[in-house]
């Protein structure tokens, strides 16, 4: 029988109800229609992904909604957040410090290969060691032994190859030892970077990202299934056998570089499902008879990011700098006026649909509307150092971001009496490779759609040390002891109370910080063909594709 024991586990579990790989790309433009697929093969849009398909070097939602449709891993997420024993057959623990996991037998990879112990031991020591140079390599920095395989101090070579807080009993059985207590630990499993891989990845990673081999729902529809920047073809696995009931023979993700243009193809009946309609139908879509329209509150939190290595917005100066901005912003009047009421204006760096969300976070008000404090903040920074230049805000041009950033951008000008411009980008992945390489020399679009349903996934994988320096989603390479230490203590805490009011304080540092200037909350609005049946979005905002039938 599958279980999950543990006296801290059962309060950590309690820390996150709701949340929301990886930063929101959610993307669109032109991939062809579908004459002649079959009835139950559903097409839906994507973006090209950054990088080959392996689980640890996928951290934009490109990528990730392939990724999470062929593999699964030791827990799986209901589609309202609820976690679930999935490859594990029991996860058990005495001091939320020593995990002892074991496998249920049966699983295996669509190549045949059987999942044991070490698929997922191997994969996360790969994931984990720094010369991989794997993206999502922190989510591994709780693990006894990280620091020897991945060392903090700049320039610094592993001392090790495997982490010392891994150890396989046997093939069905094996043991993760932290470096600290961390009661939530079990809840981040069912991200996609702790997913096993077989043997066959390690001959050849880059190979095996471009046809990935996985144990989930869905595989790949053959070799050449992945048709760069058209589309990527998957099919259901016959031999899964996980929570996810799969109700239709395949996906196709179709990749686009419009969003217009993939709306205009759900509105014809050449796509089945656009997972966000462009911000020029936010007014209208909802009344269109050729659609099936979709309207729900969400949980993808969107800000821009401004590294401290940038001039002008290191220490006092820069402090005080990111204050005006933020308060130079309207975001109520934006909310409206680009998105017709689809987003929430943001009171903080979580998301509303999160258990320990808040609205009156001490600091809170670097969020709100005011332009006479704003101005008064920039002369005190003009007279640390006097502003030169531009501001650019950087963005990927395939996605509905121009008409905000203009937004943005326009009011930032007005109100603090310099120049400030949209610095597009053509595609998502080109974008996101200026940011992972520390190649963009200014201010950039950021933001988060959860890895697993904690608030602590929203502040530790955006802002922890540990994600910093191409070792994560820290892409500003924000570093604070302070918060660092809050962090910490919120994640073992010894209840889901405590929790959160050290995660709520670990935001304060945040709001005072400002590494990232948070904008508002992404609401689900979506659009398919009048046919498709069972549309569901879970706890992130992206549609349980294996529920998703015609009739």
Not at 58 to 82: H, K, P
């Amino acid at each position: 029988m599958k279980s999950i024991r543990q006296k801290a586990l059962l309060k950590g579990v309690g820390l996150a109800v709701v949340a929301s790989l990886a930063l929101t790309g959610c993307g669109s433009g032109g991939g062809e229609a579908g004459a002649g697929e079959s009835a139950e093969i559903i097409t839906t849009n994507t973006t090209e992904p950054q990088n080959p398909l392996v689980p640890t070097s996928t951290n934009e939602v490109g990528g990730g909604r392939i990724i999470t449709q062929l593999f699964a891993g030791l827990v799986s997420y209901d589609v309202d957040g609820t976690m679930q024993l999935e490859v594990a057959k029991s996860i058990e623990t005495e001091d939320s410090q020593t995990y002892d996991i074991a496998i249920e037998k049966g699983w295996t990879f669509t190549n045949g290969e059987k999942v044991t112990a070490h698929s997922f031991v191997d994969a996360w020591n790969y994931g984990a060691l720094a010369t991989n140079a794997q993206l999502s390599a922190n989510f591994f920095a709780p693990i006894k032994g990280y620091d020897d395989v991945n060392p903090s101090k700049e320039g610094a070579k592993p001392t090790a190859k495997t982490m010392s807080g891994l150890k396989v009993v046997d093939d069905y059985h094996f043991t993760v030892t932290l470096n600290e207590p961390q009661s939530d630990f079990p809840l981040r499993l069912g991200y996609s970077a702790y997913s096993p891989l077989p043997k066959v990845a390690f001959e050849d990673m880059e190979a095996f990202g471009e046809n990935p081999i996985g144990n989930g729902p869905y595989m790949m529809d053959g070799k050449g299934a992945w048709e760069h920047n058209r589309q990527i073809k998957l099919v259901k696995n016959p031999d899964y056998k996980g929570n996810r009931t799969v109700k239709n023979e395949g996906i196709t993700f179709r990749i686009y570089t419009d969003a217009e243009a993939a709306y205009a193809d759900v509105q014809d009946g050449a796509l089945d499902l656009i997972d966000q309609v462009p911000a020029s139908a936010l007014q209208t879509y909802k009344e269109n008879e050729s659609i099936k329209a979709y309207n729900q509150p969400g949980s993808v939190f969107q800000s821009f990011t401004i590294p401290g290595r940038l001039d002008h917005f290191g220490g006092k100066e820069g402090q005080l700098r990111r204050k005006a901005i933020s308060m130079a912003i309207n975001r109520p009047q934006i909310a409206e006026a680009i998105f017709y009421g689809s987003v929430t204006p943001a009171t903080d760096f979580t998301a509303p649909t999160l258990d320990g969300y808040s609205d009156s976070l001490e600091g809170s008000d670097v969020l709100k509307h005011n332009p006479e404090k704003a101005k008064k903040l920039w002369a005190k920074a003009n007279k640390i150092s006097k502003w030169t230049g531009a501001f650019k805000l950087g963005y990927n041009g395939d996605d509905n971001h121009k008409q905000w950033v203009d937004a943005v951008t326009n009011q930032i000008s007005n109100t603090l009496g310099i120049k400030a411009v949209g610095a597009p980008t053509a595609t998502f992945g080109q974008f996101r490779t200026t940011i992972t390489e520390r190649k963009i020399q200014y201010p950039f679009r950021s933001g988060w759609q959860g890895d697993y349903p904690s608030i602590g996934n929203y502040l530790v994988a955006l802002y922890a040390s540990a994600a910093a320096d191409g070792n994560g989603a820290n892409d500003g390479d924000y570093k604070n002891p302070e918060f660092d230490k809050k962090v910490a203590q919120a994640a073992s805490a010894d209840s889901p109370e405590e929790g959160i009011e050290l995660y709520q304080e670990a935001e304060e540092i945040l709001l005072e910080d400002l590494p990232a200037i948070p904008l508002w909350y992404e609401n689900v609005a979506a659009a398919s063909v009048p046919e498709l049946e069972n549309v569901e979005f879970d706890w992130k905002n992206v549609p349980a594709y294996y529920q998703i039938s015609k009739n």
